[in-house]
């Protein structure tokens, strides 16, 4: 019982060590999960949805948490294989990339202070996904 | 041996001679040109907002640290298996730019690709799209360009590998694959449908990069719209037909918010050239948008390369 315990935990271990050692999937995961976070929002902007804040919040957290760690995950030599679209740019403008980021993280943060209603929903979060767009025209190659 | 030689000496000088004579830009004019080349009525500046927008001039000519787009002095180069191709300053400068062009040097630019000197354009500048557009509303472009600041600066010459860099040769591309007439509407279908028809064949300009080319660099007519290679290198412009490769899920609302928002259906946010794109139809209006939808979802299906997967 107790073998089977530590040949378990060991295969959980050596699984998230091969999962930590591809930056390229980890960061697509990030992004996959912004493209979960935003289908709700983007559908309360459209009035398909009704508006719920818990939702709202929950979107917001997913995007503060994935853009915490997301420019960790571009270290050189990951700009090529596994299917990347990240553009050279990331690298040779490794500031821009940075300043891009930071962007939307102090938007983050002050959407989640500023939304308290819908009305405060409809007046924030269109500008914040404006950061979607302009990060991948500059550092996303054509999809 | 004297015998010999003369037959072909004379064939190859007849073929010289019909070489420059068929290429030459008033030979087109004669041969494919529809001649619909005068405007009917007033200029309209806000139609030719409209145009520029929806023919993404700002993506290749406006200066590349331009944030307005409306400093048209030339964009940057446009990297494609052919060569470099280097966009020119089109703004109303009128030593570097196009400021003494008439409106009809104009026309003839966008609809037949010749400059007022009478030289081919490469078809880089999408006049195989462009010349779709009626006089009326190339006229209204030029009569919104002339309203944009004057930039100076003159852009690089095209950079092309043999035998492309042999200008002439356009004009033998321009007889077998450019199409001299305006786009006309089917009467069969909606207003809506025209109106989409016409801003995704003309300006819009989709089919240039969504579908697939011949060796000589023609869209291949019965696979239009069935995605290509990105002109500029990596990955695919996808399939815009109803296939399943396609747009076969896509809602007409699904494109529009591509549109507008550059969001996919899975909210995912597009790159590159695409998001470039974007920003130009994001300044239409809301009724262009759907009319584009409702052409792009009638488009028949036709089985493009699969995209390489996620």
């Not at chain 1, 403008?93 to 009305?119: R, V």
């Not at chain 2, 008439?102 to 006049?127: C, D, L, N, W």
């Not at chain 2, 007889?175 to 109106?195: C, F, H, M, R």
């Not at chain 2, 490769?245 to 590159?272: H, N, Q, R």
């Amino acid at each position: 019982m107790i073998h089977r315990f530590v040949l378990a935990g060991s295969a959980l271990l050596l699984a998230t060590a091969a999962l930590a050692a591809s930056p390229i999937a980890d960061r697509q995961a990030i992004m996959k999960s912004f493209g979960g976070a935003t289908k709700p929002l983007a559908a309360m902007l459209k009035g398909e949805k009704p508006f719920s804040l818990d939702e709202v919040k929950k979107s917001l957290a997913v995007y503060a948490e994935g853009n915490a760690k997301f420019v960790t995950l571009f270290p050189a030599g990951s700009d090529k294989g596994e299917k990347t679209e990240a553009s050279p740019k990331i690298w040779s403008d490794a500031a821009g990339f940075k300043a891009a980021n930071e962007k939307f993280k102090t938007e983050i943060a002050a959407a989640e202070m500023a939304i308290k209603d819908e009305a405060s929903f409809k007046a924030t979060i269109p500008a914040l996904l404006k950061n979607c767009g302009a990060c991948h025209e500059a550092y996303r190659l054509k999809d | 041996m004297r015998r010999l030689i003369s037959p072909l000496l004379l064939a190859a000088v007849l073929g010289t001679a019909a070489f420059f004579i068929s290429t030459r830009p008033e030979a087109y004019s004669a041969l494919r040109g529809d001649h619909a080349l005068e405007p009917t009525r007033a200029r309209d500046v806000e139609n030719g907002k409209t145009l520029f927008n929806a023919g993404g001039c700002a993506s290749c000519h406006a200066a590349p640290d331009d944030e307005s787009r409306t400093k048209l002095s030339g964009g940057k180069p446009l990297v494609t298996p052919f060569g470099i191709f280097n966009p020119p300053n089109i703004s109303s400068d009128t030593k570097d730019g196009i400021g003494q062009w008439t409106e009809a040097q104009f026309i003839r630019a966008m609809r037949e690709g010749v400059s007022p000197e009478g030289k081919h354009y490469y078809p880089a500048f999408p006049y195989t799209s462009y010349r779709g557009l009626s006089p009326d509303d190339v006229a209204d472009l030029f009569a919104y360009l002339k309203t944009l600041p004057a930039a100076e600066g003159k852009a690089p010459v095209h950079d092309l590998a043999f035998p492309y860099s042999i200008r002439q040769g356009v004009g033998l591309w321009k007889l077998l694959y450019l199409s001299g007439t305006v786009i006309a509407p089917d009467a069969k279908q909606s207003l809506e449908w025209n109106q989409g028809h016409y801003l995704v064949e003309t300006a819009g300009h989709c089919a240039e990069c969504h579908s697939p080319r011949n060796a000589l660099g023609a869209i291949i007519a019965d696979k239009r719209f069935s995605g290509g290679p990105n002109p500029e290198g990596k990955g695919r412009a996808p399939n815009l037909t109803q296939d399943t490769t396609g747009l076969a899920s896509w809602s007409e609302d699904d494109i529009v918010t591509l549109l507008k928002d550059g969001f996919t259906p899975d909210y995912d946010s597009v790159g590159g050239s695409m998001s470039e794109v974007v920003r130009n139809t994001a300044s239409l209006s809301d009724q262009d948008r759907q009319a584009m939808a409702i052409y792009l979802k009638s488009l028949a299906p036709i089985a493009g390369e699969a995209r390489a997967p996620k």
